[in-house]
């Protein structure tokens, strides 16, 4: 069962405005020190101060000028200028004031963005944590991070945030595929490099977007109405809901309370408590106690308790011991025990499990339930005692994260216009229940971005969905990452095929250094016009031959790479529409499928399941991606 996302505490979404006629000269939070600047590029500079006030921007000699308008706002373009720095930066607005901007660089700029794989640290336990946070001395690439808010209104400015040089004591906190992004481009390109990480995990593409550019699409429309809507009082909605939220985290994580129960007691009697089975197959919900006894007749040194999976926050006792806590970020459930707290005869293992997510509690994973005791497995999967009405309900709350606009309101509107090379994108497992409209809204959002940046068609470098074994029902990934795919048809796109790096068991794939690459090969070839391979085979053509069909494949190079020779991945359909396993050849440019279960085939799809080993590659080791002939 997946880890879900947890909903951070929501902020309240009070609009920010700069006061008509204020005084003091001011910047928006994006510009201030150790910020980088996009290079060999006319910069707009913003901010407000005094109205009808002259203002100045100075970088190394070079002035630009511009004047307040009545409400106190300004605006200029400053001259385009080569890589370079430290330099200061001198705003000055007469009486207003002035500011000074120090440790600034001209290099190149990126906006980051998306749900939680975008946003997913260099420090949360990706491969090799340990090794590339040592490797972050690199104080000319710098990270801002936008702070999460939500809005109904569109903000002018942000409520927080800074630039960061990496160092080992700030790149944990970095975006993890935008920290490797970023290091390519700092090494290759030796220049500076800002990222403007954006991001919220677990939200949809429709929370990103203009509220008023959704107001055609049938999904989404009456959402955006009622987000349009001047009689709705948000911002007390909102406090109420943050008000409940935390709440929520509170009754989580109140360790004290949770001990005042003495649930996790040895001692105390379950005798009225249910019998489930773990791990279940359909979710507990609320505040779930789960409690198993199990006899030992010799002891060790070294003892391993396995669970498997805990959905998702979790206090884990042993004979009354709380020996471990898990939330959204933890992988898996494993736990080395502490010395002497195995004893011979009667144990107990303890566990309370809450989900903030969507209140669907699962515990444990089949096959990974165990206890090992110096080399003595004890399986701890069947029967276990359970409660769930020893503590209140879980307080509702909702995500307005989720509403058409709320995002893009408070953590895109503030920066639009900050001069950048291009965006990167890393988003979709939030829309996989309703692929059939996230094309058209992915290309709304990419359209919608460049419009307001008003920069032309810059570069948009997004991550297409990596194979994930969701059991749930409703999701589609196949069809969502052809979604994603349609959105190559714009100009200056790019994608990083990474179906060959997820993760069966985790959403939040580890491998991010692949992923930063891949999307470093697209900025290669897009925003810098290289002669490189930035993508993996594509589906160009088809053929059908008899009892066979040829597929021909754009981005193949010099030749096709498989590990082995007996491809796998594709499937094949008769006119019955029924798809078969099928067998795989290839030479040069085209792979030969066929499957003796389909003599007279019509249809073949490459990939085409939420999770799926891959193991087709072009010359430089891109892999090749999903596709379908049909459209059924």
Do not use: C
């Amino acid at each position: 069962m997946n880890k879900y996302i947890a909903l951070p505490v929501l902020l309240l979404a009070s609009v920010l405005t700069q006061p008509a006629h204020a005084q003091a000269l001011r910047l928006p939070k994006i510009f201030a020190d150790h910020m980088v600047l996009q290079r060999d590029s006319k910069v707009r500079f913003w901010g407000w101060a005094k109205p009808q006030q002259a203002v100045e921007v100075e970088i190394n000699g070079t002035k630009a000028r511009a004047a307040t308008d009545a409400e106190g706002k300004w605006e200029l373009i400053f001259p385009s200028s080569a890589a370079g720095g430290p330099y200061e930066i001198a705003v000055r607005a007469g009486e207003s004031g002035a500011i000074r901007l120090k440790d600034v660089y001209f290099g190149d700029v990126w906006l980051a963005s998306g749900q939680s794989n975008m946003e997913w640290k260099l420090g949360w336990k990706i491969n090799n944590t340990e090794m590339e946070i040592k490797d972050s001395n690199y104080p000319l690439i710098r990270f801002f991070e936008v702070p999460n808010r939500i809005s109904a209104k569109p903000l002018t400015d942000l409520d927080g945030g800074q630039w960061k040089p990496a160092s080992p004591e700030t790149a944990g906190e970095f975006s993890a595929i935008a920290w490797f992004f970023a290091k390519h481009n700092h090494k290759e390109k030796n220049v500076a490099v800002g990222i403007i990480d954006s991001t919220w995990g677990g939200t949809p593409a429709e929370a990103w977007v203009d509220a008023h550019r959704l107001l055609d699409f049938d999904l989404y429309k009456d959402q955006a109405r009622l987000m349009l809507d001047p009689s709705v009082d948000w911002p007390a909605t909102i406090a109420a809901n943050e008000a409940n939220e935390k709440l929520k985290q509170d009754l989580i994580w109140d360790k004290k309370r949770v001990l005042a129960l003495k649930a996790h007691l040895p001692k105390y009697d379950d005798s009225q408590w249910r019998i489930v089975r773990l791990p279940n197959e359909q979710p507990f919900f609320n505040f779930v106690w789960l409690r198993k006894s199990f006899e030992l007749d010799q002891l060790a040194d070294r003892n391993r308790l396995r669970l498997g999976d805990l959905v998702q926050d979790a206090m884990i006792f042993v004979n009354g011991q709380l020996i471990a806590e898990e939330n959204w970020l933890t992988d898996g459930s494993t736990h080395e025990l502490p010395a002497g707290i195995l004893k011979k005869g009667r144990n107990l293992i303890a566990l309370r499990v809450a989900n903030d997510w969507n209140n669907e509690v699962y515990a444990g994973k089949a096959g990974l339930m165990r206890l090992d005791v110096g080399g003595h497995e004890i399986n701890l999967e069947g029967e276990w005692r359970y409660n769930n009405t020893l503590e209140p309900e879980m307080p509702t709350t909702f995500r307005y994260n989720w509403n058409p606009g709320f995002l893009y309101n408070g953590m895109i509107r503030p920066i639009e216009g900050y001069r950048m090379r291009g965006a990167l994108w890393y988003q979709g497992e939030s829309n996989t229940d309703q692929p059939q409209a996230y094309a058209e809204l992915f290309k709304t959002l990419i359209t919608d971005w460049r419009a307001k940046w008003n920069e032309g068609d810059f570069p948009f470098l997004f991550v297409q969905l990596a194979s994930y074994g969701d059991k749930s029902p409703n999701a589609d990934w196949p069809r969502l990452r052809e979604a994603q795919t349609a959105a190559l048809k714009l100009p200056n796109t790019g994608m990083a095929v990474t179906i060959d790096i997820g993760d069966r068991d985790d959403i939040h794939p580890r491998n991010k250094q692949d992923v930063g690459k891949r999307l470093w090969l697209n900025a290669r070839k897009i925003a810098f016009k290289e002669n490189v391979d930035n993508i993996g085979p594509m589906y160009k053509s088809h053929k059908i031959s008899g009892d066979k069909i040829l597929v021909r494949f754009d981005h193949v190079g010099q030749a096709f790479i498989a590990p082995n020779p007996e491809l796998t991945g594709f499937t094949i359909a008769g006119a019955d529409k029924q798809f078969h396993p099928a067998q795989a050849r290839f030479k040069g440019d085209t792979v030969t499928v066929w499957s003796p279960d389909v003599p007279s085939p019509v249809a073949v799809r490459y990939a085409w399941e939420n999770y799926i080993k891959t193991e087709l590659y072009n010359w430089s080791w891109l892999p090749a991606a999903p596709f379908r002939t049909d459209n059924w």
